[in-house]
């Protein structure tokens, strides 16, 4: 910015002299001595003789103007040289300078460290859970082939389930055709293929369409349900289909595709390898009084209303609800029971399970 001066036509020698005063303060605090040629600046000491020579006023006798710039030069001075301090101090800690004492706290970081280390919490270490395949008493249960006692050994059906869905009892397989938990779907063949019980029997009071075996404890239980289901005044349950072989599923299967194709066929009746009939732990049941009614009039009987509220009780549950297809691959069918037994089944009923997927924790098995 420039000078801007004032063509002032009252100059007077008093006011010369204020300039004269003025310039040499001025230069004798903004210019450094150092910096000065010694032949041409003049002294501290020959501006104090010459400011203090006769006609020339005193410091105390400057006049305000002057004495403001003076003070305002000064002051700049000790901004200068103050910022440099600061700057050098700065610099020699590593930091870059900060204007707010608050700021520099904010983000100088997590407290020191204390020599010896910050305090290491000890965090108990969770103890692996117990497996039952550890313990001897299930594994006898389990290897002499009694579902009940396996399942008892465990603590019941519900601990029987969650330990299998957990992942803690490899040692039980739920692919295993022979026991009463094994699971069928369409992502879960039998192996061997042509699995055959060896245990099937006809179920004592109970009437048959075909001469369709179940195995000797889902005949048993099938006996009892059908005669409480008398008992209960809800009518007669007789049975169509029970234990259909490898050879027969394919006869079934083949029947229903030539009727509606491969798709329709898939939503209602198993290819062979995947049926659940094939265990010998399922059952078609049907309405009787004098005669009986078909699969399709179970869902609108008292039986089938019957069945829905009280089949658990006797180890069945219905393998088919309506919309799980998502879960099963199947329509719904009501007439389809399948034996799990008492245990799992009360479990099954209790935790409010609508598909044998979910109750043991497997993946949704919608196609093949
Ligand atoms: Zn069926």
């Not at 600046?41 to 006609?55: F, N, W």
């Not at 289901?229 to 029970?242: K, N, R």
């Amino acid at each position: 910015m420039g000078r801007v001066t004032f063509h002032d036509p009252e100059t007077s020698p008093r006011r010369a002299a204020r300039a004269e005063a003025e310039r040499r303060a001025t230069a004798a605090i903004t210019l450094p001595e150092t910096r000065m040629d010694a032949d041409e600046a003049p002294s501290r000491r020959d501006l104090r003789s010459r400011t203090s020579a006769p006609g020339i006023p005193r410091l105390a006798a400057i006049p305000l103007l002057v004495r403001r710039r003076i003070a305002v030069a000064a002051l700049a001075l000790v901004v200068v040289a103050s910022g440099a301090v600061a700057i050098g101090a700065a610099v020699a800690s590593g930091q870059t300078p900060t204007a707010e004492p608050q700021a520099a706290a904010a983000i100088a970081g997590p407290p020191a460290v204390p020599a010896e280390g910050l305090p290491v919490p000890v965090i108990a270490e969770a103890p692996a859970p117990k497996s039952p395949c550890d313990d001897p008493a299930f594994t006898s249960a389990l290897a002499s082939g009694d579902d009940g006692a396996t399942i008892a050994a465990i603590g019941g059906g519900e601990a029987f389930r969650s330990a299998v869905a957990s992942g803690i009892a490899p040692c039980v397989s739920l692919a295993d055709a022979t026991r009463q938990w094994v699971v069928v779907n369409k992502q879960r063949p039998y192996d061997p293929a042509n699995y055959r019980p060896n245990d099937l029997v006809m179920p004592n009071g109970v009437r048959a369409l075909e001469d369709s075996a179940l195995r000797q404890r889902a005949a048993d239980a099938l006996s009892k349900l059908v005669q409480a289901a008398e008992d209960a005044g809800a009518g007669e349950i007789g049975y169509l289909s029970a234990f259909r072989s490898y050879e027969t599923q394919q006869k079934t299967y083949a029947a229903r595709v030539s009727v509606g194709g491969v798709a329709e066929a898939d939503k209602e009746s198993a290819r062979a390898g995947f049926s659940e009939h094939q265990s010998g732990l399922a059952v078609d049941i049907v309405p009787c009084s004098r005669s009986c009614g078909t699969l399709d009039d179970v869902g609108g009987s008292t039986q089938g209303a019957w069945v829905r509220d009280h089949a658990w009780e006797y180890g069945f549950i219905t393998r088919y609800v309506d919309g799980r297809i998502d879960v099963t691959g199947y329509e719904p069918e009501p007439w389809h029971l399948r034996y799990i037994g008492p245990e799992l089944a009360k479990a099954y009923h209790d935790g409010g399970y609508t598909t044998l997927e979910e109750f043991f924790g497997l993946p949704a098995a919608p196609t093949y």
